[in-house]
């Protein structure tokens, strides 16, 4: 009877582990203090607030997919991260790891751990006892801290600087107008792409990838001079550092920015 007693109790306990806790409340939650309409309520958990991983994907630009157990969000800056669903395990570029709090299934809603998604983003949380708020920070001016230009956008002083620069390889600076160039190509198959841009501390990181001509298809031999210019508007004290979206390294590693003249 004993030995019942103690598989029962062994199973419960199992269970009471795998299954989701119940939701204690609705979380209420604002960006830089203003409030967000998400199409999932935010919910709180043993006082951890869990957001909906569409809400979440789509406020940071990301992709999110699910296979199996497993739930990856693909961020614009190129890194991913992973869940376990409705277990502590989670990770970073496929390095995992078991935090307290992971991913978890609530009324066939898959939900994601807010503080640590946003953390693992760039971005920093906080809690407001006062209107009883989550509230993720953004660095000001990060909707609109890197813009890429057309032509028809510069005054002639850019332009003139935009033709000085644009065969050189690397990236080149005119006060907050700045020239990403990959130099001299053998067709117009190559070019340059931002696929993201992410706040750390006090840097933003521009990702740009290298594209390569399409397999099967012909291109005139033509020489080429790939380029991207953006206006880049930085709060106080920022700085910004571009990277190869592929490799993460530095874009055009021992390159340095240089400014105009």
Not at 50 to 59: I, K, L, Q, R
Not at 170 to 182: K, R, T
Not at 212 to 222: F, I, T
């Amino acid at each position: 009877m004993k030995w019942k007693k103690a598989v029962a109790c062994a199973v419960g306990l199992q269970l009471l582990l795998t299954v989701p806790a119940v939701a204690d409340v609705t979380a209420k939650i604002t960006v830089n203090g203003h409030a967000v309409q998400w199409k999932h309520e935010a919910i709180t958990v043993n006082q951890r607030t869990y957001a909906a991983a569409a809400d979440v994907s789509e406020f940071l630009q990301a992709a999110w997919k699910v296979e199996g157990n497993t739930g990856v969000l693909s961020l614009p800056s190129n890194r991913t991260l992973a869940f376990k669903l409705n277990t502590g395990e989670v990770a970073v570029d496929g390095k995992w790891t078991t935090i307290e709090h992971g991913a978890r299934e609530y009324n066939g809603t898959v939900y994601l751990p807010l503080r640590w998604v946003i953390e693992q983003a760039g971005l920093s949380i906080q809690w407001n006892p006062t209107t009883k708020e989550v509230d993720i920070v953004k660095p000001k001016g990060d909707d609109d801290a890197f813009k890429v230009l057309e032509n028809g956008q510069l005054s002639a002083e850019e332009k003139a600087f935009v033709q000085k620069v644009k065969e050189q390889r690397g990236v080149h600076n005119l006060g907050d107008l700045y020239v990403i160039a990959l130099g001299q190509a053998p067709n117009p198959g190559y070019g340059l792409k931002v696929t993201g841009t992410e706040w750390s501390l006090e840097q933003l990181k521009v990702y740009v990838k290298q594209t390569k001509p399409e397999p099967g298809r012909l291109y005139a031999q033509v020489i080429t001079y790939p380029y991207l210019v953006a206006r880049v508007k930085l709060p106080p004290n920022t700085t910004i550092q571009f990277y190869d979206a592929d490799t993460k390294q530095p874009l055009f590693e021992q390159q340095k920015i240089q400014p105009g003249r």
